[in-house]
């Protein structure tokens, strides 16, 4: 691309060349198992015969071995709004599948967890891990051979990167994923905040609280806040991996289901046996990657994909770090405001022009690459897109040129904030991630006496008993992958807000996460190494003066650790399933690495 940002260029190249050998590797594996498994005539007849024998209608399709099949993998439950709606979808898929002398299977389930509903708690602590679980329930999902190319239905925290991470070992395969939409808009999210502060002050009670949560968390669909799930979305259009502009369309909705119908359609033109073959590990390389990064900065996106990110790309044999984020971060400008980081939600940010003006400003700025292979016939360009329906008929128009609000939404020419809001911050405290989109610019440095807890339930308490009135870097270890799994931390935020808005100085140094609807408090997170890998962080001590700034991008403290010991080791977590997750714990890769025992194991 000839306008190509020059940093977007150096950033990429410095990618490829640093992923040539393990890039290669994976390319030699996907070559292989697509020419041992182009087809099912590999399998005995007792293996065919396991494999349809409950196929009803299918089954003589199935059994003659001509027509695509597609293997659908599915993240379903009825207690995550988000996936509520999946329901229904493989029957639906079978049908749109038959439409086109197709078939389809359910190929397997993998684990949704919710972490609005674990938040704080002791569930929270397989959160993380849960993203491996998802990755090698794909894998089994797929070990059968029986698939043509695969439709990934998951659209959460951990779900989406744990399905793309599982996919990509299958690479060979064509691969689409179905998104299932938004739940209606509820209170606004500046009253929720606003109710939250005041249930952390003591001033409503746990009543009041839950009435607020529940006009908000109130329907079938995802979360409206720009967190996690919703960056997800984002990232898969911008990779290709997307029916386009198919994120952000409200669920059980004649257009939902009309994209759904599409991507079923378009997953059987990709394979093999189809006229377009696209396997996954072609559309998914290191300029894909770069772009998922680049959409990311631009929206103002979750601070966890700085873990995900990584652990995704190792997957296709690329090999990314949050150097390459922070050199991104400085050229690709902030153009939108979504909660938490401006007053509305993903429904808002859909209907001022949504996905379909985050691409085309971000290629026509040269800040995206355009010539990725993409599942859609018309490239990455054809993103730049709305879809609607002509009667019945599903077609795209091109995205709107004027915003439908300035304040949430606006140009590479007048973004909201000139750097992407990404930093990389480091010194003899660690590496870490600052997520300055959603901070106050004169909050970018902060240097005071620190105070030092094992858990978030500590700093809570401590609040209480007005032990943090004051000027106050709030330092949280032994939250690190290898500890406890990495749980979110955003139970610290409506305290750490309140404190702030007393007027004191206040930041967060912490080798755990925050979820991507982590506030206005500025952060240092996901420190490495973590203090159980014998990182800095476990030599610091109340009242040693630390400083985090965004500006210089530094995290230093001036205190000599050379001569002390570390923090005592926490005790191995019992009940909720944590004990199970041992292995995992015990073999994590570090945060900027991806925080995966799963890949550290394989060598990947």
Excluded at 103 to 119: F, I, L, N, Y
Excluded at 381 to 386: F, G, Q, V, W
Aim: hydrophobic share 40%.
């Amino acid at each position: 691309m000839s306008n190509l940002s020059p940093v977007v260029a150096r950033v990429t190249d410095r990618i490829i060349e640093r992923s040539k050998p393990s890039r290669q590797r994976y390319l030699a594996m996907v070559e292989r198992e697509a020419d041992r498994h182009s087809d099912r005539s590999f399998l005995s007849c007792s293996n065919l015969a396991h494999g349809f024998a409950a196929s009803g209608e299918d089954k003589p399709a199935i059994s003659a071995g001509k027509a695509i099949n597609i293997g659908i993998v599915t993240a379903y439950n009825d207690m995550l709004s988000a996936h509520q709606p999946y329901g229904r979808y493989p029957e639906q898929m079978k049908l749109f599948a038959r439409e086109v002398g197709a078939t389809a299977q359910v190929a397997g389930g993998v684990p949704a967890m919710c972490d609005g509903v674990t938040q704080g708690f002791d569930g929270m602590e397989l959160s993380l891990f849960s993203r491996d679980t998802i990755a090698l329930s794909t894998a089994v999902s797929l070990s059968h051979a029986m698939y043509d190319g695969v439709t990934l239905l998951g659209i959460c925290d951990k779900i989406v990167p744990g399905l793309v991470m599982g996919a990509l070992r299958f690479g060979h395969l064509p691969a689409v994923f179905v998104p299932a939409g938004p739940m209606p808009s509820g209170i606004s999210n500046k009253e929720k905040q606003k109710v939250r502060q005041l249930y952390a002050e003591g001033k409503v009670g746990r009543e009041e609280l839950l009435a607020s949560e529940s006009a908000s968390y109130h329907a079938p669909g995802t979360c409206t806040f720009y967190g996690t799930a919703n960056s997800n979305q984002m990232m898969m259009e911008m990779m290709g991996l997307h029916i386009p502009a198919a994120a952000f369309v409200p669920p059980n909705t004649p257009l939902r289901q009309a994209l759904t119908r599409a991507a079923v359609h378009r997953a059987t033109e990709l394979t093999r046996k189809g006229d377009d073959y696209r396997p996954m590990a072609r559309v998914v390389d290191e300029k894909a990657i770069v772009n998922a990064i680049v959409g990311l900065l631009a929206t103002g996106g979750s601070t966890n994909h700085a873990i995900h990110l990584p652990a995704m790309a190792r997957c296709a044999g690329i090999q990314i770090d949050w150097q390459d984020f922070d050199e991104l971060s400085g050229a690709v400008p902030l153009i939108t405001r979504v909660y938490p980081n401006g007053s509305g939600d993903v429904n808002h940010f859909h209907a001022a022009g949504g996905m379909g003006w985050i691409v085309r400003e971000l290629l026509d700025a040269g800040l995206a690459h355009e010539d990725i292979l993409t599942i859609s016939k018309g490239g990455m360009r054809s993103y730049a897109s709305e879809p609607t329906l002509d009667g019945t008929e599903l077609a795209w128009k091109p995205a709107p040129t004027v915003s439908g609000d300035e304040a949430m939404l606006s140009t590479v020419e007048k973004p909201f904030l000139p750097d992407g809001g990404m930093r990389l911050v480091s010194g003899n405290v660690g590496r870490a991630t600052f997520k300055t989109s959603a901070v106050d610019q004169e909050r970018w440095t902060i240097e005071a006496p620190c105070r030092v807890f094992e858990t978030q339930e500590g700093v809570i308490n401590a609040f209480k008993a007005g032990e943090l009135d004051r000027d106050v870097v709030v330092v949280v270890r032994h939250q690190g992958p290898r500890a406890n799994g990495m749980p979110e931390l955003h139970k610290l935020t409506p305290p750490l807000g309140v404190l702030q808005d007393r007027g004191f100085k206040v930041a967060l140094v912490t080798d755990g996460r925050m979820s991507g609807a982590s506030g206005k408090v500025p952060a240092a997170i996901h420190v490495t190494p973590e203090a159980l890998a014998d990182g800095p962080i476990a030599y610091l001590q109340d009242g040693d003066i630390v400083r985090l700034s965004a500006e210089d991008g530094t995290l230093s403290t001036t205190a000599d650790l050379s001569g002390r010991t570390p923090a005592p080791l926490p005790a191995p977590a019992e009940g909720m399933g944590r004990e199970l997750f041992a292995m995992f714990r015990a073999n994590a890769g570090g945060a900027e690495q991806g925080g995966s025992s799963m890949l550290e194991v394989a060598g990947l």
